[in-house]
């Protein structure tokens, strides 16, 4: 099959590479050029694991190009998917400038039947708004085509993207069209020979299941993490109490973890989003508002506990950062806790010595040159000299550490650990003071 993709970012590289992976004629257009030149180069914009290897295979075979021009984009493919970004505007609400451009584009450029496929995170409306701006350009050329919209959201996970894309639990269509679906199955047929996992439904209910799929995990993440502030309050252990609750099937052991708080590109801004659209229609989504504000409290937590650790005497200090990325196994730093933590360290005049495996460019990117930020190369060069050590994201590498040494690096025994990765007993009998997430007595010092 021949399939367009607009944006070659995290959702339309991945799905790109991964359609073509298993036979289809892909065609990716992004608008940034430079972009465009370095994939055609064979180098990755952006840290997913086994994705070079997948974009540099299908390349070779001719079956992944890439390019700039509009026109050949959507002439291409009968099937034109739109992965292009859906920020957040002002109000919290999703910009659709970039998926509109997309649909101008189309309706300027085609010249016969195109199914457009939005695979973009976008309103409950979109495909609606998108149908109008088509016929609009296509009327103002004077050509009666055929095309139709359908809703195919994209529920992979960063750092899993192309596992999430491969074997995900399923692919949603919304469309009222029988040549669509048809379409829809033969693009996704090579997935579907084991199970099917085609759910067609309408284009509104497609567009509101992305939504409501986010929304429920990033409530379940609140609501572990109040959980967690009830249990530093009350001397019990979350981590028992994860355990405890996620042996329900009921209730599961997926997306529970308590932490240091969501971030990413998807959960906060489509929590705002959803909430922006109950607005909408004149509805309070108390319950989104509650996830969102709980979501920001858990974020000022590590450093609130390094300033509790420090009797509010920051000024100074070196604070040892483990992890930048919002999660492991991406160099991702939207919304990423480590990311308030900093701000809020700069604020009152500490320094930050950081380490993290992937993300140290999008913090250099992003940060540039300062004096009270130093990035080094390895999780022992972070601690060396450091004051207080924080954890932001639970790499691997992370995982293992000799608390004796540690605490011989460190100029005040304090360990703020955002991701739970350890147990208490063990870091407390090296003499450490460890500040956890909801394990019971972290509040308290040795
Ligand atoms: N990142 C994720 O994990 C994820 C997962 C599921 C869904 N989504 C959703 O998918 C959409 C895309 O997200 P992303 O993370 O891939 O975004 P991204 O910012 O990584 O990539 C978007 C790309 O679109 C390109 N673009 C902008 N305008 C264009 C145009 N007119 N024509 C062609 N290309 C254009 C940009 O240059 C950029 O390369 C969003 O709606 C997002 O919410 C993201
Ligand atoms: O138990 C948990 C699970 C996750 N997180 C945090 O939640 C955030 C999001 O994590 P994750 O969902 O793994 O990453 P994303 O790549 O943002 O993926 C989410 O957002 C995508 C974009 O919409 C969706 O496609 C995915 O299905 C959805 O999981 C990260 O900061 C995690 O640290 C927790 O704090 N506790």
Redesign the pocket.
């Known amino acids: 099959m021949r399939i367009t993709i ?7 590289l991945v799905t790109g590479a991964c359609l073509a992976d298993v036979g289809h004629d892909v065609l990716c ?4 050029a430079d ?1 465009v030149a370095r994939l055609e180069a064979g180098e990755i914009p ?1 840290f997913e694991p086994g994705l070079e290897e997948l974009v540099t295979a299908n390349t070779a075979s001719g079956r992944l190009r890439f390019t700039t021009d ?1 026109a050949t984009a959507v002439d291409f493919g009968v099937l034109q998917f739109i ?4 920020p957040p505007d002002e109000d919290g609400s999703a910009d659709l400038q ?1 998926v509109l ?2 649909a101008e ?1 189309i309706g300027r450029y085609m010249r016969e039947f195109k199914v457009i496929v939005d ?4 309103p409950v409306g979109t495909a609606d708004r998108v149908r109008e701006v088509v016929a609009g350009v296509l009327e103002e050329r004077g050509e009666a085509l055929d095309f139709e919209v359908c809703s195919n ?6 750092g899993a ?1 192309i596992e999430d894309f491969t074997h995900g639990a399923r692919f949603v269509v919304g469309t009222s069209s029988e040549r669509v679906r048809e379409l829809m199955r033969e693009c996704y047929a090579p997935y579907i020979r084991l199970q099917e996992k085609l759910m067609f439904m309408d284009v509104r209910a497609a567009e509101l299941t ?1 939504y409501a799929a986010n929304a429920m995990l990033a409530t379940k993440i609140s609501f572990m993490n109040e959980i967690a502030n009830l249990a530093e309050r009350l001397g019990a252990d979350v981590e028992q109490v994860r355990r405890g609750i996620g042996s329900d099937p009921r209730i599961g052991y997926h997306f529970i973890y308590p932490g240091c708080g969501y971030g ?3 959960f906060p ?2 929590v705002r989003a959803l909430t922006r659209t109950a607005s909408d229609v004149h509805y309070e989504a108390q319950l989104l508002g509650a996830v969102e504000g709980v979501n920001h409290r858990q974020k000022q937590t590590l450093f609130d506990k390094l300033e509790r650790a420090f009797d509010g005497a920051l000024a100074g200090r070196t604070i040892a950062l483990w992890g930048l990325a919002f999660k492991p196994n991406t160099d991702d730093m939207r919304d990423a806790p480590s990311r308030t933590l900093m701000e809020a360290l700069w604020r009152v005049g500490a320094r930050v010595q950081a380490y993290d495996p992937e993300a140290m460019g999008e913090c250099r990117r992003l940060y540039g040159e300062r004096d009270d930020l130093t990035l080094v190369d390895s999780r022992e060069a972070a601690v060396q000299g450091a004051d207080a050590l924080v954890i932001c994201t639970e790499w691997k590498v992370f995982r293992m550490v000799d608390f004796d040494w540690l605490k011989r690096q460190l100029g005040m025994p304090v360990v703020v650990d955002g991701r739970n990765l350890y147990d208490p007993e063990t870091v407390r009998k090296a003499g450490l003071m460890y500040f956890a997430v909801g394990r019971g007595d972290s509040l308290k010092r040795p």
């Open positions: 607009f944006g070659t970012g995290y959702v339309g257009m992004d608008v940034d972009k952006i509009a992965a292009v970004g859906t970039y451009t997309v584009t695979k973009s995170t976008v959201p994209e529920f992979l996970k960063e993207a992305k990413g590109s998807c801004k489509d």
